[in-house]
C-alpha cells in the first residue's frame, strides 16, 4: 500500500545521491587525461590528434548512449542502468590501466564513458520522482558539484599519486570503486518512492508503453525549438572547459607559463572548483528571478572575452590568469540551468528523454574539441620535450583554441532564439507551449 506521505529527505537524497558517486567517478576518469598526458604520449607513442582522440573516446561512447540512456531511464526506470553502469565502468578502468597498445587503452576509455553516461540522465529521473519539484533544479547544480568533485581528485591528487606510483598503478587502483558503487546501487536505488511505500512526486510510466510509443517521444520533443537549441549550445560551454581542463589546459601552462605539472594541475581543476560552486547558485537564482534565459544568455556572453584575454594575451600576470580561470568556471556554471529550461519546455511523460538528448548535446563538445584542438597543433608542429613529450608554440594553442571561441559565439546566437519557460512545467503553463 502506498503512504499519502512524501519520502523523507535523508532517503530520498541517499538514493539521488549513489546516482551521484557515479557521476563523480565519470567526472573523475573525464578529465583524468589532463595530468597524464606526458605519460600517456610516451607509452603509447601518440602525437597531439591521437592523444585527443584517446581521451574522447570516453566521450564517443558516452554521447551514443545518451538516447537510449534517457529513453530506457523512461521506459525501465534507473536503477537496472546505473548498477549496470557502474559494473561496466570498473571494467573499463581496468582495461585502461593494463593496456599495452593504444588500441586497447582506447576500447577502455570507451567502455568507461558508455559505463557513467547513464548517471547523469539517471540522476534528473531520480530527482522527478524523489525530490520536490522545487528541488529540480538544486539537485541539477548539486549534482555539478559531485562531477567537480570527481574533477578535482583527478588534478592535483591525481598527478601527485602518479608521481608517487605511476599511472598505470593508480588507475588499476580506481577500478575498484565502481564494483563497490554497483552494489550499493542495487541494495538502495528504487526507481521510485511507492516501490517502498512512499508516495511519488513523479509521472508514473504505464504498462501499456510500447518502445514505438518511445520512440514516437524521441521523435516529437524535436518537434520544440527549446530542444534543439538547448542541446545544441551546452556544448559550447562544457567543450571549452573540459577540453581546457580536462586535456590541453595542462600542457598549455606547463609549456607557456613554465609552471610545474603540479601547479598548472591545480590550476586547471580551479576551473573546474569555479564551476561547480556556480552551478547550485545559477540554478537556484534561476528558480528565484523565475527565467531561465536571462542568465544563460548573460553568462555566455561574458565567456567569449573571459576566454579571448585567456587564451589569445601573452605572458599574463599568474594573479590575473587564476581570476581568468575563476571568472570562466563560474559563468561556466549556467549550462546546468539548461536541463531544468529543457524539461519544463516538453510533456512531463518525455523529461527522460529529452534530458539525455540536452546531455548527449553537453558531451558532443568535448568529443569534437578534444581531438579538433590536437589536430591543429599537430598541422603547425611539435618540438621533442623531456622524457619524449611533445611540445607545441604559443600560436598553435591559440589556432587550437579558436575552436572554442567560435563554438561559443554560436552558443550564444543561439541562446537568444530561445522561449522562455518562466520556470513553470509544459502541463502547467496556459495554453499550448509555441513551437
Known sequence: MTSRTYPPSTLAWSVWGLAGILYLIGFYQRVAPAVMTDELTADFAL?????????????????????????????????????????????GTYVFATATIVLWAELGRLLIGGGVAVAFVCMLKLADHWLAPKHYALASGIALCFGIIGAVFAGVPLR???????WREVM?????????????????????????????????RHAEDTPFKVMAGLKQIFQYRNTWILSLLPGSVVGSVLTFSGLWGVPFLTTHYGLSKTSAAAMATSVLVAWAVSGPILGAWSDRLGKRKPLYAISLGALVPLWGV?????????????????????????????????????????????????????????????????????RYGATIGEGGSLRYSLTAYQAGFSLMLVWLLVGFALILFSRETHCRHYEYRSGAFAR
Open 310 to 378: 585567456l587564451l589569445f594575451v601573452p605572458n599574463l600576470p599568474v594573479p590575473l590568469l587564476i581570476g581568468l580561470l575563476l571568472a570562466i568556471g563560474l559563468m561556466s556554471g549556467c549550462m546546468i540551468i539548461g536541463f531544468a529550461f529543457a524539461k519544463e519546455s516538453v510533456p512531463r511523460a518525455l523529461s527522460g528523454t529529452v534530458s539525455g538528448v540536452v546531455n548527449m548535446g553537453v558531451m558532443l563538445g568535448p568529443m569534437l574539441l578534444q581531438p579538433g584542438v590536437g589536430f591543429v597543433l599537430d
Open 47 to 91: 602525437d597531439a590528434t591521437t592523444l585527443g582522440s584517446l581521451s574522447a573516446f570516453y566521450f564517443y561512447s558516452y554521447v551514443i548512449m545518451q538516447i537510449p540512456t534517457g529513453i530506457l531511464a523512461d521506459r525501465l526506470g534507473p536503477k537496472n542502468l546505473l548498477t549496470l553502469g557502474a559494473l561496466v565502468t570498473g571494467l
Open 160 to 166: 601527485i599519486a602518479i608521481d608517487a606510483y605511476g
Open 172 to 204: 588499476f587502483f580506481s577500478a575498484t570503486l565502481p564494483f563497490g558503487v554497483a552494489a550499493l546501487i542495487w541494495w538502495l536505488v528504487r526507481n521510485d518512492p511507492t516501490e517502498r511505500g512512499y508516495r511519488s512526486y513523479g509521472h508514473v
